[in-house]
C-alpha cells in the first residue's frame, strides 16, 4: 500500500484569514480527492484532482502527482469551512488510501 | 444533498448478532463504495462495486460481505458483530473511478 501523510493535524483560524492544507503521498497515485467532513459528519466531495489545478470560488486545490504532493488552499475562510478535511488517493486502480485530515476551526 | 441514500441512520445490536446495511447510489453512478469510519481507524476503504461486480478490494474483514444488485444498489452485510465494529459506516457512489459523492451514513453501535 502506500501512505498518505496530512498537515497540519490542526488549524485554528480567524475568520477571513486564508490557508493551505497539505497532503503526501508514498508513491504515484491514479487519482486524488479532497473531501471535507462538517460538524455533523457528512462528507462533501470538493475537488477530483489527479494532476493540476482547480477552483471553486474560495476555494482551491493544486496536484504536483511528479512529486507526491497536494495541496488545498482556503480563502477568506469562514465559520461554516470549519471542520475535517481528508484527502484520498486512489493507488494501483484498485485501491483508497485516506490521510487521517486535517481538522480546521474557523473562529467568528 | 448529494442524493445517495443510506438506511438505516442509527443501528444498535448486540455482539454476534448480524446487520445489513443498505446504500441507494445517485441516479446514473454505476460504482459505490463503502467506506468505515472509527476514532482509531479513521477512515477506512472496505469495498467498491462496479455495476454489479466487485472492482476493488480494501481492508474488509471476512466477517463483513457486500453485493450490489441489478437496480444498482448496494447491501453490506456485517456478521457476527464485535464491540470494535462499532463505527460509521459510509457508502459513496460514483460515474466511475471519478469524484465520489457520500450518503449520510448509518451509524452502527456495537453493545
Known amino acids: 500500500g502506500i501512505q498518505v501523510e496530512q498537515s497540519p493535524p490542526d488549524l485554528i483560524l480567524q475568520e477571513g484569514a486564508n490557508s493551505t492544507l497539505r497532503c503526501n503521498f508514498s508513491?504515484?497515485?491514479?487519482?486524488l480527492q479532497w473531501f471535507h467532513q462538517n460538524p455533523w459528519g457528512q462528507l462533501i466531495n470538493l475537488f477530483y484532482?489527479?494532476?493540476g489545478t482547480k477552483q471553486n470560488g474560495r476555494l482551491s486545490a493544486t496536484t504536483v502527482a511528479t512529486e507526491r504532493y497536494s495541496l488545498l488552499y482556503i480563502s477568506s475562510s469562514q465559520t461554516t469551512d470549519s471542520g475535517v478535511y481528508f484527502c484520498a488517493a486512489l493507488y494501483n486502480f484498485n485501491k483508497f488510501y485516506f490521510g487521517s485530515g486535517t481538522k480546521l476551526n474557523v473562529k467568528p | 444533498d448529494s442524493g445517495v441514500t443510506q438506511t438505516p441512520k442509527h443501528l444498535i445490536t448486540a455482539t454476534g448478532q448480524r446487520v445489513t446495511l443498505r446504500c441507494s447510489p445517485r441516479s446514473g453512478d454505476l460504482s459505490v463504495y463503502w467506506y468505515q469510519q472509527s476514532l482509531d481507524q479513521g477512515l477506512q476503504f472496505l469495498i467498491q462495486y462496479y455495476n454489479g461486480e466487485e472492482r476493488a478490494k480494501g481492508n474488509i474483514l471476512e466477517r463483513f460481505s457486500a453485493q450490489q444488485f441489478p437496480d444498482l444498489h448496494s447491501e453490506l452485510n456485517l456478521s457476527s458483530l464485535e464491540l470494535g465494529d462499532s463505527a460509521l459506516y459510509f457508502c459513496?457512489?460514483?460515474?466511475?473511478?471519478?469524484?465520489?459523492?457520500f450518503g449520510p451514513g448509518t451509524r452502527l453501535t456495537v453493545t
Open positions: 484532482i489527479p494532476s
Open positions: 459513496a457512489s460514483s460515474v466511475d473511478d471519478g469524484s465520489q459523492y
Open positions: 508513491d504515484s497515485v491514479n487519482n
